[in-house]
């Protein structure tokens, strides 16, 4: 943050009104800079997903990062004292709606109030814009990935155990083919799920925003068995342009038999009700992974189809 310079013969004012002011202006740029250590790579990710340019790093990352924090201001603030404990395995029952345990930020017009899945939710549990998780759900067993697998800039993302052993061989396949597969983003917390599309609903309306980020409670990621896979060829972005780098091509045609669908197929917006994500792909089994692959389906549809058996 830019520090205030005085010119010499400037304006003299009182001793007593400038000490307590320069107090209060510390202690709020005390507060800007704590938030903008937090959440200065998720918005400077975000800001290069929407412009298609590099994520913002280091301290002018950090800067238009903070200042992305005040436009979107108490709607993200407020999200931050309710978030769960990483590491926190329960699972509360599912007795209320989640038109009142999913309650979108205060600028974002709610949702119909949707089905809330059951508490004990398994890798075939739909979750979509109809269907919300539990309040409060944390996944079981989350742990952190291996700092190698991280994408370039990125560290700390944590997945369910599982998910990571069945993560390890499709990652160790896709190197023997000379494709290095590197994790953007994986567990989500509700909280942050909050930040991130109150974020997009002050850049791009909400309307928009619905196409390409979930309402809190409503994404796959807060599930531990989600990841956004990254490249370098195009700058690590999150972008439709990942289709057609090694490591989108290599996921396409090979992520189903490890386990992972794509969630979000090119053309599938009517289904999914969100944009083309070539980059996000959800753990669901290999023997599920299979056979949704020849299904042709959505994995909304195979999961719909799953659950009327």
Known sequence: ??????????????????????????????RRRAEMQIHGRLYGRLYGRLFGRRRFL?????LAAGMAVGVVGAALIGCGSDEPKAGATSTPAATTTAGASATAPASVTASPTPAVVRASVDLLVIVDKQRALPDGYVPPGL?????????????GQQLRGDVIEALRPMIAAAAADGVSLRVESAYRSYSEQARTFAYWVSVMGEAQARRE?????????QLGATVDF????????????????????WLAANAYRFGF?????????AITGYIYEPWHFRYIGVAAAQEWQASGKTLVEYLEAVKKR
């Open 230 to 249: 990254s490249d370098a060829s195009n700058g690590w972005q999150l972008l439709e342009s990942f289709a057609v780098s090694p490591s989108g091509k």
């Open 143 to 155: 742990q952190p990935i291996p700092a190698a697998w991280h994408a370039e800039g990125e560290s």
């Open 213 to 221: 980020s979930a309402v809190p409670g409503h994404s796959e990621h």
């Open 1 to 30: 943050m830019k520090t205030c310079q005085v010119a010499p013969g400037g304006l003299v004012h009182s001793m007593g009104t400038r000490t307590a002011a320069r107090a209060r202006e510390g202690a709020a740029d005390g």
């Open 261 to 269: 669908a794509m969630s979000y197929p090119p053309g599938g917006e």
């Open 58 to 62: 280091g301290g002018g990352g950090r």
